[in-house]
């Protein structure tokens, strides 16, 4: 780069780093500012909202209608206008209804976060939060989202029924696996004219499991291990599947079906359940061919998928951490979980 273009960059730079060391510490102080914040909230399930942690403060639109109703106001006193001291106090009475109507919205509703489920990393975890209205009138307009949302597609907005409940998703997507805490939410209203916001903040106590993020194509499973005190008398094909298979017998079940092999010969076969039953499944972190730890989970993971799918017993070895061979459901979660929380 020559001294000409070296002097324009910085030239370009220059504002930059002086907008950061002005406005930086600012910043910094209002971030440190909003965490001691939150940390003085309690860390609750269930929420009622009170005068206490519901907020109201003037909207954009509002502040604009506070300074038409000044200016009018000065107009009628300079020129003696009946009319126009009846439209200030008009507007300034339906803002000041406005303001309560909006604040009684939220006041006295009740918030309850149901037990979010398990999810992977890199997709979006989903719970559901239950409002409750004990009032015999009807809530407008009320929005949850997290409180770091700063998209306006991220709100779930809702009407509670009168002395009803009813139920909104939330999600956030959680990037590392591990087991979280849920996010500080927010709920707030605009009802009924928009000039006000009031809003509050909850932290919740309850916390979701997250799964490594299964790889996209994992290769084959792994052949499959001799049991104890026995012989080998098979292999996994790199499909995934045993090779000892017959004829299909009325009565097997669709889980013993080989249906790839069925579908090139035209012809049901179902695994030999008397040879498999010689061969573990195990599927070991040595085994992966993975250096990285974290890529080595997310392929551990990809395979207690495909092995739960193809119905066959599996274990799982995580260093010093052994799980048994077995298959199902709460198998399967037992090892995502043990992924999640290695």
């Known amino acids: 780069m020559t001294r000409p273009a070296q ?11 002086v907008l950061r060391s002005v406005f930086g510490p600012v910043i910094d102080t209002r971030d440190r500012m909003q965490r001691w914040w939150e940390a003085r909230l309690p860390v609750t399930d269930t929420l009622t909202l009170t005068q206490r942690n519901v907020y109201i403060l003037p909207t954009r639109p509002g502040l604009m209608l ?17 009319l126009g001291y009846l439209l200030t106090f008009l507007l300034a009475g339906s803002a000041a209804v ?10 006295g509703l009740t918030l309850i976060l149901m037990p979010p489920a398990p999810q992977f990393a890199g997709s979006s975890a989903t719970f559901s939060v239950t409002l409750n209205n004990t009032r015999r009138s009807v809530r407008h307009g009320i929005g949850l989202a997290v409180l770091d949302t700063t998209h306006s597609d991220h709100w779930s907005w809702t009407d509670v029924p009168a002395q009803g409940t009813c139920t ?24 009924p004219l928009g000039t006000f916001r009031v809003w509050t903040v909850w932290r919740p106590a309850a916390q979701v499991l997250v ?32 090779e000892g298979v017959r004829a299909y017998r009325r009565g097997d079940p669709l889980k013993l079906v080989v249906w790839k092999k069925a579908a090139k010969s035209q012809e049901l ?27 080595r989970l997310s392929r551990l993971a990809a395979w207690v998928l495909q092995a ?35």
Request: charged letters at 25%.
């Open 211 to 242: 799964y490594p993020q299964p790889e996209p194509h994992p290769p084959p499973l792994p052949a499959g291990e001799p049991r104890a005190g026995g012989v080998a008398a098979n292999r996994v094909q790199n499909s995934g599947e045993f």
């Open 269 to 295: 076969v179902s695994r030999d359940t008397l040879q498999a039953q010689r061969l573990e499944l195990w599927l070991d972190a040595s085994r992966t061919e993975v250096a990285d730890p974290e890529e």
């Open 66 to 82: 506070g300074i038409t109703l000044v200016v009018l106001l000065v107009g009628s006193i300079n020129y003696q206008l009946n």
């Open 98 to 107: 406005g303001m309560h109507v909006c604040h009684a919205t939220l006041r």
């Open 168 to 191: 909104v998703q939330v999600a956030f997507r959680p990037e590392r696996r591990g087991l979280h805490r849920v996010p500080p939410l927010t709920a707030e209203t605009r009802f």
């Open 308 to 342: 739960d799918k193809l119905g066959q017993d599996y274990g799982l070895r995580l260093g010093n951490q052994q799980i048994a061979p077995g298959t199902g459901e709460a198998h399967k979660r037992r090892c995502l979980e043990a992924l999640a929380l290695c």
């Open 7 to 17: 002097r324009r960059a910085s030239f370009g730079r220059a504002p930059c780093r």
